[in-house]
DNA sequence: TATGAATGAGGCTTCATTCAT
DNA sequence: AATGAATGAAGCCTCATTCAT
């Protein structure tokens, strides 16, 4: 989680006491949604206290302000930093997919973990969930900006193996949520009550999307 | 359950309530939970203020602490009441389900759906869910008190398929979260980014529900 | 000036220690209107803390903003509750008044003073005068519940004067201002400059008005 | 007075400035003195932040710090050099004029009005009168350096008109006032409240003056 | 000198909790 | 048991001031 931040305090070499008032106007913005997103996942939005991110990116509470007018502006950036237009690429990468569009669904969910869920982003949308009904506006733009560009690829997925006769006809509005499903479901069990849980519970992510995915393909081809 | 969402499960014959006055005062806790857990669901746990849970309830903001001695305590009333051990009557009559597997799966969901997800007690999950990094001992208290119940009446479920040849060798642990995902994924359009997205949007629970059993039951299936 | 506060604590006879959490509602708003009337003229809206007004009137922070939502509704609700509608009563005073008009100048002078400039009320005007760029609506409603009236009044007087041939014909819109320029300077004296200074240099006030009456009669008569 | 505003006083002749920005540095502190004057009067002190000020001089927030060492003494600083010490040539003036002591009276209000009520210097009257409270010392030295001065030579203006026959006997020290209330409150209206008040109301400053010292010498005079 | 990023004390406001009635 | 006025700790945010560059 926060070891981002750490990594920040290791320079190339010198080692140096820190200065203490580092002048770093073009990294800060960055650290601060670091250690926003970091909190704001573990804690939640309201639990969150502006001046714990401030220390955690390691500047003072003022500082926070410098860069973000206020808490809830934060939170919006933090949002907004952490999705940004990434479909573009991979709506792309889909596009030039050449193999089985079993193996493609088998690709989507893989490349999905890699890039995003297994990483600090996931955590917004655990935050999105738990925060939607605080923030209507957001939830709105995440709706927009997230879910239906998500959804829209997915659909182009299906639709490919339906046409090309390796899926079955399928009510694909509503298959769509087959992938989207568990996706939502790993997230929780990495930022909810999977966090809270002994180990043994824990779940192993590889393992749980190969699992559900041999069970949707099955479900969906011929 | 909270009393009030049992008092709608009441079959609609006679059964006179008690004149409201009259039971006012043992109804109290009941009332405060039940309002509780509406304003915790909606707004979460930080940004539902204790004198609008009184409020709800048609109390003062005394009241409330008259029966729960703070907020917290008050999340927790909420929760552990919500989460009810109907396990045991689950557990026999799935014992005693005679039809096939993948009916009894398909019954498993619908039932589900009707008895808990389209209810109030839905709710908790979300909460839970947006919670559990902030209260990790109830997450525990939930782990243990319906996770883990529902994740071994699914896997009794599971094996009977596998045993008497109707589904396919599975990863039966992993397996089960294929049945579990759909059901978190529905929750959280009920309760969070679902509730704050136009109509148009919005996901019809039993479509829903039968396309995922549907690809379910063909992915497990022989 | 804060001698009214004291007053609160008088009660009848008993003279027990002060309960530490009084139940005053009715009373609340008044006390606290009451000193932050004090403090604000004293000290200016912005160099006065929320929490000051609430300890000179016996409550906590917090017990102000139980009454008023904001500093700001606060300062608007000190100078509403002192300026009312006095004017509908003074100007059936005025109405009836039976004597030449010099001595209803004379009389409008004198009651002005122990009415308004001696009282703490006088402090709002030095309040508004300080704070009119600030507040612009404040402004406007003062001009049109305070100085408005006034003008009006003050002008019937001359008017009266000048119909009944006591006074020569006047620019009456400015001459109203021959009235009410020693008013505002009289206050400015007793709550700025005036209050800044050796006792030697202090303006007593009964004199200077019958100093400026009598010039101001004199240039006004015929 | 600020040096820009002696700058305005330069008659229109040639007197080429030097180019911009050679005396950029000896201007300095006059143009904050000058950015701060305005602010101060139109928001007050507290209202009034630093970096505006800074930002109004064209130079940055560190740079005002450098030349006054803290808000306060900024403040003090515009007051102090906004009160020059012009009354020696005014009373030089004052003492070689030849005509009534009636028209001295006019010639007194209306340069008034021309050499400082018109100009940004009034605004430091209103600053005064606004923060006299919570700058005693200051107060004290406006007291000494203006007030004083200025009731000096307006005492000897209406002694000259009493001893000259010109003026009934008066109650010289208070009908001094007579002439600076009307000062004070043409400087309100322009300041303060008349500057939140519809162009309707506005005052005409020559207007008003006129009509003052027309009842003003009427009332003194024989 | 000048800059402007950084600081942190201090003020406003909220709200869980208390307690006299 | 119930009320709701009162409390005060705690959080957000501002802005005068500092200081490395």
Redesign the interface.
Known sequence: MSSSSNLKAVPAAAETAPPRRERRKEARPGELLDAALDLFV??????TRSEEVAARAGVSKGTLFLYFPSKEELFKAVVRENISGRFAEWNEEFEAFEGSTPDMVRYCMRVWWERLGATRASGITKL???????F?DL??F??QEV?QPAHELMRRILQRGVARGEF?P??ID??V??I???M??LI?MK???G???PRD?A?DPE??IA??V???????CK
Chains 1, 2, 3, 4 share one sequence.
């Open positions: 573990e804690k939640g939005f309201a639990a999105m969930i738990s925060e939607a009904r605080n209507p939830a709105a995440y709706q879910i079955r399928l009510d509503y298959a949520f087959s989207s499903a568990p939502i479901f929780m930022h909810s009550l966090a809270c849980v519970y779940v393992r749980y699992s559900q041999e069970i949707l393909l099955n479900g969906m």
